[in-house]
């Protein structure tokens, strides 16, 4: 039950004739007795909360930054119509800051016996599950002088997926790829590692691609042209430890990183690889593996979806074990990890060489573009200071990319912005070099 703001205001007004002609109870008692009659009168023709039926339909997914649309549909049973004013709650991150209270909130009229759509509109600031909180409906009666209250469950559930801003590179590349694959008229000489076709020769091929047995059985010569090899096994590690945790600019380093794999994923799968995913700190929270092309993406979106940073020191040892035990044959590596130092140093070299062994290994980090602006600083005191310790930071990432390149490992070190096209554009090479 609710007392309404109108009730309320006529309870003043009529105490200021009382207390100016007629103090005291008998004043009292006529101006609130009717009053209270009114207000249990409004509250009996109200329509009962209790006996609504509410259902829900709408979107189940959304990308992060767009909107999603949940309806909720609510059913009157009951022979008086509802009038209500309905608050349907979800989690503040469901909402830009500031528009939950207005994007919540409804007016709505059901009709005795009747039902009613309202929608709620959600534009989630948060990747994850976002789950619908109870429903608070206040039914007024017609003079809108007492309403009855209560709250239902209409279970819902949108997932918040990964941006996938990156997809805007994604033409550029397989038209890259197209051409290392000889799929269009650009001539890939010597690139790849599988038998394509012959050829005749033309000025500036590689001598080395003359194929002589078929020249002896023809009047040109004719040089061999190669194509990357198709069905390699591809297996993105995203890092989910402690360090992934942090921000730069405005972007926490593991989405950066998810970013990145995701437009990796989408040009692997296209140039015909095998793509698999593992996120691994102390324990595994994600793995995908044994998809087709065609579902590996919605697969590796649907999987990035829920994860979150540990602040947890990852485990070398076990993501190099899980790692392991996710792709046995020959594959390519992608780590999705820090450059720091310490991680690298102490976790990730004494475990490497069990990695270098079988695979190609490849490790992307995203790289804070403050620093290097930090490095070049000049003028007051304090900004000397902040470049030396910028400069510092910058030489021991380069000294830790040094080392790991030393055990044969390719290095990607870029800001959020660039590190998902430079992470695409290392694979190509390595697809040209035939290193996959």
């Known amino acids: ?170 033409p550029s590349k397989l038209a890259r790829l197209r051409e290392l694959d000889g799929r269009t008229s650009v001539l890939t000489r010597g690139e790849g590692t599988e038998f394509d076709s012959l050829r005749e020769y033309v000025p500036g091929d590689d001598t080395r691609s003359i194929d002589w047995r078929a020249t002896a059985r023809q009047t040109a ?15 993105l590690v995203l890092d989910t430890g402690r360090t992934s945790a942090g921000r730069v600019g405005d972007v926490p380093r593991l989405d950066a990183a998810m970013d990145a794999s995701l437009l990796l994923a989408a040009l692997a799968s296209r140039a015909g690889d095998r793509v698999a995913l593992l996120a691994h700190d102390r324990r595994t929270r994600a793995l995908v593996h044994g998809r087709t092309a065609g579902d590996v993406l919605p697969s590796l979106v649907n999987a990035m979806a829920t994860l979150e940073p540990e602040l947890v020191e990852t485990d070398a040892r076990g993501l190099a074990a899980a790692a392991l ?27 490497l060489p069990r990695l270098t062994q079988r695979h190609t290994v490849l490790l992307a980090s995203v790289a804070d573009p403050y620093i290097a602006e930090m490095a070049t600083a000049r003028g007051t005191t304090d900004a000397v200071y902040e470049a030396a310790a910028a400069a510092q930071s910058h030489g021991e990432r380069e000294r830790t990319a040094e ?3 030393r055990h044969g490992v390719t290095v990607v070190d870029a800001t959020p912005d660039t590190l998902a096209p430079a992470l695409a554009d290392a694979y190509l090479a390595l697809k040209a070099a035939g290193r996959l």
């Open 403 to 405: 080392q790991l390149r």
């Open 325 to 351: 035990r996710t792709t046995p044959r020959r594959s390519l590596i992608v780590l999705l990890t820090t450059l720091d130092p310490a991680p690298i140093e102490e976790g990730l070299l004494p475990v």
């Open 1 to 170: 039950m609710a007392l309404t703001g109108r009730a309320a205001l006529l309870a003043a007004l009529g105490s200021l004739p009382v207390g100016i002609w007629e103090p005291g109870w008998t004043g009292i008692l006529a101006v609130n007795a009717p009053l209270a009659v009114a207000c249990a009168c409004d509250y009996a023709l109200a329509a009962p909360v209790r006996r609504l039926g509410l259902t829900r339909s709408g979107d189940t997914s959304v990308r992060l930054g767009d909107s999603a649309d949940v309806t909720l549909t609510v059913t009157n049973p009951s022979g008086r119509p509802l009038r209500a004013r309905i608050r349907d709650a979800w989690p503040p991150s469901s909402w830009q800051p500031g528009t939950g209270p207005d994007a919540s909130r409804h007016r709505l009229r059901v009709p005795p016996g009747e039902r009613r759509r309202l929608t709620t509109r959600l534009r989630p600031t948060r990747r994850g599950d976002r789950v619908a909180d109870r429903v608070t409906i206040r039914s007024y009666g017609p003079l809108g002088l007492f309403a009855r209250q209560g709250t239902h469950r209409a279970p819902w559930t949108v997932r918040v997926l990964p941006p996938f801003t990156s997809r805007k590179h994604l």
């Open 221 to 235: 010569v004719a040089v061999r042209t190669w194509r990357p090899e198709r069905d390699r096994h591809i297996l």
